[in-house]
């Protein structure tokens, strides 16, 4: 099997254009030992860059994950998110210390502020260059960003510079960014992490247009919509499977090259924006 494709980061490292979610992993105990194996599968085919939080399971995903590449670091690419809450310098610093604690690791690759809250950026970004001259993190980031944000963020010494990607919702369904926010953040060469990249799964599911670019590529639906969200460059797709055979199938996307016709009949289904769009969130 080829290499995942991959996407650079600013300062030229790059990573897979396909990685893996863990929002509702270490929830049941019961489940753990699958979605262990289901990330380590991943791993194995590529999937690399692994996006979890200190919100999911409350601390119990960034467990799995800890266990997952336990024995594996060097392969891995984590990334992490912490609460707006927890956006001040001192709160950062002690968030990012059991986030280590939880992943067993001794450096988080991402570190991403998970929505915007109370606290002012400048406070956060002061945060970022402890945690970055600490080297308790590589590459700091923001999550749920909309282009004002992004502005905002940019205004400030160093904001744009120190922040590396912006982790938005982004699917077939929900396609906003498309507008403006995906532009922006191409001209200033940063990626965008798309999540929920397969609706909650609902694109599996899905009728019509999808079944048919899947048909001529002897795919499946899900497949041709993880191939939709990184078709260009610039785009990083984390869908999350606990399930052996969805990380397969999802590995199976990074492969399929959709052609001017399929992109045009998922267009006439699936519009672009014909204007700004508020940034949807989860
Ligand atoms: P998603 O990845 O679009 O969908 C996950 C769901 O789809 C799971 O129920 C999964 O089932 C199912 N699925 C995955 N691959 C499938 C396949 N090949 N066929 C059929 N079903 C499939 O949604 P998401 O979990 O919301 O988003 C992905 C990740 O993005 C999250 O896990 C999280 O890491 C991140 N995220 C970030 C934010 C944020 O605010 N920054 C918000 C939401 C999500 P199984 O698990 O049973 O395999």
């Given at each position: 099997?080829?290499?995942?494709?991959?996407?650079?980061?600013?300062?030229?490292?790059?990573?897979?254009?396909?990685?893996?979610?863990t929002w509702?992993?270490?929830?049941?105990?019961?489940?753990?030992?699958?979605?262990?194996?289901?990330?380590?599968?991943?791993?194995?085919?590529?999937?690399?860059?692994?996006?979890?939080?200190?919100?999911?399971?409350?601390?119990?995903?960034?467990?799995?994950?800890?266990?997952?590449?336990?024995?594996?670091?060097?392969?891995?690419?984590?990334?992490?998110?912490?609460?707006?809450?927890?956006?001040?310098?001192?709160?950062?610093?002690?968030?990012?210390?059991?986030?280590?604690?939880?992943?067993?690791?001794?450096?988080?690759?991402?570190?991403?502020?998970?929505?915007?809250?109370?606290?002012?950026?400048?406070?956060?970004?002061?945060?970022?260059?402890?945690?970055?001259?600490?080297?308790?993190?590589?590459?700091?980031?923001?999550?749920?960003?909309?282009?004002d944000d992004?502005?905002?963020?940019?205004?400030?010494?160093?904001?744009?510079?120190?922040?590396?990607?912006?982790?938005?919702?982004?699917?077939?369904?929900?396609?906003?960014?498309?507008w403006d926010?995906?532009?922006?953040?191409?001209?200033?060469?940063?990626?965008?992490?798309?999540?929920?990249?397969?609706?909650?799964?609902?694109?599996?599911?899905?009728?019509?247009?999808?079944?048919?670019?899947?048909?001529?590529?002897?795919?499946?639906?899900?497949?041709?919509?993880?191939?939709?969200?990184?078709?260009?460059?610039?785009?990083?797709?984390?869908?999350?499977?606990?399930?052996?055979?969805?990380?397969?199938?999802?590995?199976?996307?990074?492969?399929?090259?959709?052609?001017?016709?399929?992109?045009?009949?998922?267009?006439?289904?699936?519009?672009?924006?014909?204007?700004?769009?508020?940034?949807?969130?989860?």
């Amino acid at each position: 099997m080829p290499r995942i494709r991959s996407t650079t980061l600013p300062g030229g490292e790059t990573v897979p254009v396909l990685g893996q979610g863990t929002w509702r992993m270490g929830e049941d105990p019961n489940k753990r030992k699958d979605e262990v194996a289901a990330l380590r599968a991943g791993i194995e085919l590529g999937m690399t860059l692994i996006d979890t939080a200190e919100m999911y399971a409350d601390g119990g995903a960034e467990r799995v994950v800890g266990e997952a590449i336990a024995g594996r670091r060097d392969q891995v690419f984590v990334v992490t998110k912490f609460y707006p809450q927890n956006a001040t310098r001192e709160r950062m610093a002690a968030a990012c210390d059991r986030s280590l604690r939880r992943l067993n690791i001794e450096q988080i690759d991402l570190y991403l502020l998970h929505w915007r809250g109370e606290v002012p950026l400048k406070a956060t970004l002061a945060g970022f260059d402890d945690l970055l001259g600490a080297r308790k993190i590589r590459y700091a980031g923001v999550s749920n960003f909309d282009v004002d944000d992004m502005e905002e963020l940019a205004r400030l010494k160093g904001g744009v510079e120190r922040i590396v990607t912006n982790q938005v919702l982004y699917n077939l369904e929900r396609r906003g960014i498309d507008w403006d926010l995906l532009p922006w953040m191409r001209k200033r060469h940063r990626p965008i992490i798309a999540y929920s990249p397969v609706e909650e799964g609902l694109l599996a599911h899905a009728q019509h247009v999808l079944k048919r670019v899947a048909e001529r590529h002897d795919a499946t639906p899900v497949q041709i919509a993880l191939a939709w969200v990184v078709r260009e460059d610039g785009v990083i797709a984390i869908p999350k499977a606990a399930d052996p055979k969805h990380v397969r199938e999802n590995r199976g996307a990074a492969d399929i090259k959709l052609t001017k016709r399929d992109l045009e009949e998922l267009d006439e289904s699936f519009p672009p924006p014909e204007g700004k769009k508020p940034l949807e969130m989860r």
